[in-house]
């Protein structure tokens, strides 16, 4: 079976850290590279994250660092969902591995150039900064990438603002570079991500595979809760990043309509808001695949199951390295 070859493009960040653990824990996806971008919290933060989730989980994934900040607006970060490093509530593990010497934007570009045409997705999980950065740099990419499918926008709500989601607010001119561009996009909104609540009962699944991966996740969660509780009056967290990851490993996780989508850039107090023509009132192409409902049974079932096998493949190799150290 041929695996599904993805670059993860994200800010970590609780819920990109879980996107990470499962694209590279479920068995028909290639995890091809990692990159950063400023989002949640400050590149140095995002980047330091990306390495300590691939060192909890004894990933061997490149991970380079990218945009630090977004084309031509204000910075944002969100420490008041992800705390003061981006990834409160874990003591986080040195990084085993060092980030690639290469700028995020070189590794995507790098990547999809060395792989046939249309056989590379992107999965960008943060601000789409690198994206369009990447796109700029090296036009040719837009027609071998396979497809975009990024964790971004809502056609209802916002959450950074009343009408902008986070990821979008924090850059919304690449966003708007990102679902002009000739590429199949995939917009993985709140209106969707909302639907992937992490509740007790999913928290204590985790809890029972038993390992300090497992361990790692169910404090990973657990801040998430407290902060979407205070902030945002959610009774369980929305862990919306992975939601994009498991739409490569399994279409049927979610519906999908397809419609045209702009981001308003000049709006007074919409900016970053991701205008959902459902309609057709405006009369234009459409230019993305809006995802509307998830089976989250089945989303939460591909997620355990990903932190199981790396749990089992960590346990794997300690267990060899001991056989084979010296008494
Ligand atoms: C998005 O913003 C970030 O806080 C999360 O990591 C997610 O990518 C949700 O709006
Ligand atoms: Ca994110």
């Known amino acids: 079976m041929s695996r599904h070859k993805i670059i993860l493009d994200c800010d970590p960040g609780h819920d990109d850290a879980i996107a990470i653990l499962l694209a590279a824990g479920d068995p028909s996806i290639e ?5 950063t971008c400023a989002g949640n919290q400050t590149l140095e933060k995002v980047t330091r994250n990306a390495l300590a989730v691939c060192a909890v989980a004894g990933l061997d994934v490149p991970v380079a660092a990218g945009a630090a900040g977004p084309l031509v607006r204000q910075q944002l970060v ?13 003591v986080l593990p040195a990084p085993t591995h060092a980030a690639d010497p290469r700028h995020a934007v070189d590794l995507i570009i790098d990547t999809i150039m060395a792989h046939e045409p249309g056989t590379v ?3 960008p999980t943060g601000p789409l900064t690198n994206i369009a950065l990447a796109m700029r740099k090296e036009p040719s990419i837009i027609g071998r990438v396979k497809e975009v499918v990024l964790m971004g926008g809502s056609y209802t709500r916002g959450n950074r603002t009343p009408a902008a989601e986070f ?3 924090a850059d919304p001119e690449a966003a708007a570079a990102v679902f002009d561009a000739e590429w199949p996009v ?9 639907q992937a609540t992490a509740d007790d009962d999913v928290v204590a699944r985790i809890a029972a595979i038993g390992s300090p991966l497992a361990d790692f996740v169910v404090e990973v969660l657990t801040f998430f809760a407290s902060t979407y509780r205070e902030r945002q009056g959610f009774d369980a967290p929305p862990v919306h990043d992975p939601c994009c990851v ?9 519906e999908i309509r397809s419609a045209f989508v702009a981001v308003e850039l000049a ?3 919409t900016s970053g808001m991701t205008v959902t ?20 049974a089945r989303f939460w079932d591909l997620t355990i199951e990903a932190i199981r096998r790396l749990s089992e493949a960590s346990a794997t190799e300690a267990s060899a390295t001991t056989e084979g150290t010296p008494q």
Request: glycine letters at 10%; a negative charge; hydrophobic letters at 45%.
């Open 246 to 254: 498991a739409a490569i490993i399994d279409p049927s996780v979610m």
């Open 267 to 269: 709006g007074t107090w």
């Open 31 to 35: 995890l091809l590279a990692i990159t």
């Open 167 to 169: 990821n979008i607010a």
């Open 121 to 123: 997705s992107l999965v």
């Open 277 to 296: 023509d459902f309609g057709d009132a405006y009369g234009q192409p459409h230019n993305a695949r809006v995802a509307t409902k998830l089976d989250r």
């Open 186 to 194: 995939t917009m993985v909104g709140l209106d969707l991500t909302h």
């Open 78 to 90: 969100a420490p008041d969902i992800h705390g003061e490093s981006g990834l409160d509530g874990p």
